[in-house]
């Protein structure tokens, strides 16, 4: 049975343009999130949704619905996201964790009295603002991972084909951009904002 994603595909490319907004408008905010992960900056990453979102238009043929349609379009945001970066900054230093050998391994720091970070507090502004600050200092290797797989919440291998690496890369990068971001995070986060529940394995303070 055609599913309404499928349906509307086949109506625009009928010539039933109009149902292209419909099409995209549940995406619109994952597709300016992914595109300012990258870029940090809200000009940019407006142009690069505007521009990726024309692109899909005009390439909609090229869609194979054995993939999600949001997935293609995050996968066309972050190319877009990442050519803009190129020509807008080529001298631009890149953060930590950019330079390491391959995959080379990653050493988080001891937090004793780390403690997962309750839905409330990321609520709050300046948790928020941490948290981008946080984001902003991870080499963009990592940060891609993190907000495609923890933010835009797609899957391992939704990832690892919007980014061209493998799935093992894509495990080992988000695992490591997590503990970087609590490293980041732990030592300037209020302890009172904090539960009690122990941080266990698997926990995502985020």
């Given amino acids: 049975m055609e599913s309404r994603e499928q349906e509307l595909v086949r109506r625009i490319l009928n010539g039933d343009a109009e149902k292209f907004y419909e099409l995209i408008r549940p995406f619109e905010r994952r597709v300016y999130a992914a595109a300012f992960a990258i870029l ?23 869609f194979r619905a ?24 080529p001298e631009v230093m890149e953060p930590i964790g950019e330079h390491e050998d391959g995959e080379g391994a990653y050493l988080p720091r001891e937090f004793p009295d780390w403690r997962e970070v309750p839905s409330e507090a990321l609520e709050r502004k300046e948790v928020r603002e941490l948290l981008l600050e946080a984001l902003a200092a991870l080499g963009n290797k990592y940060r891609e991972v993190f907000v495609l797989r923890d933010v835009q919440h797609l899957s391992i291998e939704e990832v690892s084909q919007t980014l061209g690496i493998s799935t093992a890369s894509v495990k080992t990068r988000l695992l490591r951009a ?16 904090f539960s009690r529940v122990p941080f266990r394995k698997g926990d995502k303070p985020w």
């Fill in 178 to 193: 997590r503990l970087m971001l609590r490293d980041l995070l732990a030592p300037k986060l209020a302890a009172g904002w």
């Fill in 40 to 62: 940090r900056n809200e000009a940019d990453a407006e142009d690069v949704a505007q521009e990726a979102i024309l692109k899909a238009f005009a390439n909609l043929r090229q």
């Fill in 66 to 89: 054995e993939a999600r349609f949001s997935t293609w379009l995050i996968q066309i945001t972050v190319n877009e996201a990442r050519m803009r970066l190129r020509r807008s900054h």
